[in-house]
């Protein structure tokens, strides 16, 4: 399983940026792929998940401005990020859990910071 995220950068406050995770050795079908991220002397938190193409679940803190989507030709999946604030700020993972065996493989981890 290789996870490999890219899209990350220097983003004013209020504008956007698109993550991609492009996955390989997996099938969407039976893994929760999720984005996580971590702030500087923060624990890791839950941004998004999806479950087989269809069924989200969002943070408190980014509903109605991130988006999660997968497209399962491209075996790749996506974190629409809007109207991006200062708190945004942190290295965002890639995640995929096994639905069924509970194995749970990460990302580098992709950098964004939102700053003016």
């Known amino acids: 399983v290789q996870l490999v995220e890219s899209g990350g950068g220097l983003v004013q406050p209020g504008g956007s940026l698109r993550l991609s995770c492009a996955a390989s050795g997996i099938h969407f079908s039976i893994y929760t792929m999720g984005w996580y991220r971590q702030a500087p002397g923060k624990q890791r938190e839950l941004v998004a998940s999806i479950i087989q193409g269809s069924s989200t679940k969002y943070a408190e803190s980014v509903k109605g401005r991130f988006t999660i989507s997968s497209d399962n030709v491209k075996n790749t999946v996506y974190l629409q990020m809007n109207s991006l604030k200062p708190e945004d700020t942190a290295v965002y993972y890639c995640?995929?859990?096994?639905?069924?065996?509970?194995?749970?493989?990460w990302g580098q981890g992709t950098q964004v910071t939102v700053s003016f």
């Open positions: 995640n995929a859990f096994h639905l069924f065996t509970a194995q749970t493989n």
